[in-house]
């Protein structure tokens, strides 16, 4: 049965001296309640006081009134302040809670709405979601040869831990060849069918072991222009190899050389741990004949309330009603949750579209899409430590 609960608090000046009657009715008013709590003798500043235990009772409406006077009656005037109260002496906290100390919103909301769905289901998880891609990799094994032209590059002379060093997990270098080389160690105009490699000490296998190849017009390796597309792959696999000498890496697509381009030969792989590395026999070309990458993925550190980075605002004009949002952050438990975002994004009309809490002070993460700026409506997702995604559709609020 639902009753009606009136609470009022009887305040007075700067002792905190407080009166709270709870006033409770069933089906109709007049029924009640009394708790006694301060009366204006009582001298304590603050107090706690229990809801009746029935638990047959249910309250619909609070109401909570106040009554302020000032010690003794007495008011301060404009010639004798220090006689009683004034206007800023007042102070009044008032907190609802259950004996679990569990705030009522976490206990009454929904557990999920979505925007313009009637769904009654919201399928998430709260564990990492993981995506495979399934590639297939080639084997090439020449069982009879009719005819084979071999051509060698440099002397050998340097003992080199790539592109094979598999003591980086992860790894991309790029050589470049001259048309010039190439012709001078006898090179012509074919197809290619396969790299040999001296290896001078064995290391670790190599994981989706790539070679790619494509013809530039550049004639020394640049690491501000680095090449990134338009290569052709002839060899994808994991390979370890089978000891030390000259090793055949045997190419499952043909790679026709024009005779006259410069050629980049790429080397990728990507190994789970890290290992040893396979030493190459190589040799001093005279000028930037490679590049290289092994580092780990890089990220931004802020460290204080003004730091920013402005992206490229290029790409915006592509997006009209779904954008996607990818990143890994790592957040200073020692400062935050505080109102902060991770990023916003604003119109032509300098109305903000895209918005990320992360979190507010609150400890939800809100994400924001559409028109939020003063007025405005949004679609939002939040999610908090203590609460399942909710999705408000029609947000609105101001700037931040």
Not at 87 to 115: A, G, M, R
Not at 249 to 276: A, C, K, M, Q, V
Not at 295 to 310: E, G
């Amino acid at each position: 049965m639902k009753k009606l609960l009136l609470i009022a608090f009887l305040f007075i000046t700067t002792l905190s001296v407080w009166t709270i009657e709870e006033h409770s009715a069933y089906a109709g008013p007049g029924d009640t309640t009394v708790v006694q709590t301060f009366w204006y003798d009582t001298n304590l500043r603050a107090g706690v006081f229990i809801f009746p235990s029935d638990t047959t009772i249910t309250y619909e409406k609070i109401i909570m009134l106040y009554s302020m006077r000032c010690k003794d009656g007495l008011v301060s005037t404009g010639s004798n302040p220090n006689l009683g109260c004034g206007e800023w002496d007042y102070n009044c906290y008032t907190f609802l809670v259950d004996s679990s100390q569990t705030d009522s919103l976490l206990t009454t909301s929904n557990s999920h709405l979505i925007s313009n769905s009637s769904s009654t289901s919201f399928d998430y998880t709260t564990l990492p979601v993981y995506s495979y891609t399934q590639f297939t990799q080639q084997q090439v094994t020449y069982t009879n040869t009719i005819s084979e032209s071999v051509a060698t590059v440099g002397a050998g002379a340097l003992q080199l831990n790539n592109p094979l060093g598999a003591s980086s997990p992860i790894s991309r270098r790029q050589y470049l060849f001259t048309a010039v080389e190439l012709g001078l160690a006898g090179f012509t105009a074919d197809s290619t069918t396969a790299i040999r490699l001296d290896i001078s000490s064995l290391g670790s296998a190599l994981g989706n072991l790539r070679i790619n190849i494509k013809s530039t017009a550049q004639s020394a390796m640049n690491a501000d222009a680095p090449e990134t597309d338009g290569f052709t792959e002839v060899y994808f696999l994991n390979t370890a190899l089978a000891g030390t000498g000259v090793q055949s890496f045997n190419f499952h697509s043909p790679y026709w050389w024009d005779g006259t381009s410069n050629l980049i030969i790429e080397f990728t792989y990507t190994n789970s741990i890290p290992g040893t590395d396979n030493l190459v026999a190589g040799n001093n070309t005279g000028f930037n004949a490679s590049l290289s990458s092994s580092s780990p993925d890089n990220y931004l550190a802020f460290n204080n309330n003004t730091s920013i980075v402005k992206l490229n605002s290029g790409f915006n004009g592509t997006i009209t009603n779904e954008i996607s949002v990818a990143f890994w952050i790592y957040g200073d438990p020692a400062r935050l949750p505080a109102n902060t975002y991770l990023m916003e994004a604003y119109d032509a009309n300098n109305q903000r579209q895209v918005n990320i809490h992360l979190p507010w002070n609150d400890s939800n993460i809100y994400w924001d899409c559409g028109n939020t700026g003063i007025g405005g409506a949004a679609d939002r997702i939040r999610h908090g430590r203590d609460r399942d995604i909710v999705a408000d559709s029609g947000r609105t609020e101001g700037n931040s």
